[in-house]
């Protein structure tokens, strides 16, 4: 379980994240709000890719300030754009990344490379230049990158932002099916219909933390008040 407390951060001075504590232990949880709202500050905090000025982040009681190695293990990241995260020449190769360092032999190692491929449907496309993939099989590429190393915990910061629809659906089907505790932060709001909770940023701050039905109307709320701010009607 991924444990929040009291975690501020500012960028600079600007505050971006003010007093989060939550914990994430529900099996799929989605962050919305608004740009800017925090979203992806806190997303980096999960995995230590960010460590905040103020509070402490826990996985699995583990740190993020001091066990950043352990808590990378345990802890998976997606990027929105893909091209953020794949590193290797070919398609195999950049899977087989995610398995360097552990104790196995060169066969085991292509034999989990291709069984991965093949669950995520790129198994025709291991010797392809990742690089030349179209965005949907690249997200899938940095998926099974990711699901390689067979983290307990998936972070997916926007990870439908640059796929049309078909690959959406592709993409929404995969997650949906793992075992991995799934937080994913987005803006497509119809995607998280079926998720076990939904926390609603707003200024750096938790707004509302309940089900996406209630969550997606508390952000409609929102909305429409800063508008009657915005315009004084
Ligand atoms: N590396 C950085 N340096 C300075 N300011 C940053 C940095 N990253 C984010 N910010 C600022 O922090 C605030 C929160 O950004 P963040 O990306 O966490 O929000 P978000 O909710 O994910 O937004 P979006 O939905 O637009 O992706 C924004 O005002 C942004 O400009």
């Known amino acids: 379980m991924i444990s929040l407390q009291n975690v501020s951060h500012d960028y600079d001075g600007f505050d971006v994240l003010r007093e989060v504590s939550l914990d994430l232990h529900e099996h799929r949880i989605a962050f919305i709000g608004a740009n800017g709202s925090g979203k992806s500050t806190l997303a980096r905090t999960l995995n230590g890719l960010l460590v905040p000025r103020r509070g402490t982040v826990l996985v699995d009681g583990?740190?993020?300030?001091?066990?950043?190695?352990?808590?990378?293990?345990?802890?998976?990241?997606?990027?929105?754009?893909?091209?953020?995260?794949?590193?290797?020449?070919?398609?195999?190769?950049?899977?087989?990344?995610?398995?360097?360092?552990?104790?196995?032999?060169?066969?085991?190692?292509?034999?989990?490379v291709a069984e991965v491929l093949d669950r995520y449907g790129l198994l025709a496309l291991s010797n392809h230049s990742a690089h030349l993939l179209s965005g949907g099989q690249k997200q899938m590429l940095a998926l099974a990158s990711v699901l390689v190393t067979q983290p307990d915990i998936l972070i997916c910061d926007e990870p439908t932002t640059l796929l049309d629809l078909h690959n959406v659906q592709i993409f929404l089907d995969t997650v949906r099916n793992l075992s991995q505790q799934v937080i994913l932060m987005t803006h497509h709001l119809e995607i998280i219909e079926d998720y076990d909770r939904a926390i609603?940023?707003?200024?750096?701050?938790v707004h509302f933390d309940g089900s996406p039905q209630d969550a997606v109307a508390a952000?409609?709320?929102?909305?429409?008040?800063?508008?009657?701010?915005?315009?004084?009607?």
């Open 62 to 112: 583990l740190d993020t300030r001091r066990n950043a190695v352990q808590v990378r293990r345990r802890v998976g990241f997606m990027f929105s754009d893909a091209n953020h995260q794949i590193i290797m020449p070919s398609v195999a190769e950049d899977v087989a990344l995610g398995l360097r360092g552990q104790k196995l032999s060169k066969l085991e190692k292509a034999d989990i």
């Open 200 to 205: 609603l940023m707003d200024r750096g701050q």
């Open 219 to 233: 952000y409609r709320r929102l909305i429409g008040n800063r508008e009657k701010e915005r315009t004084g009607r």
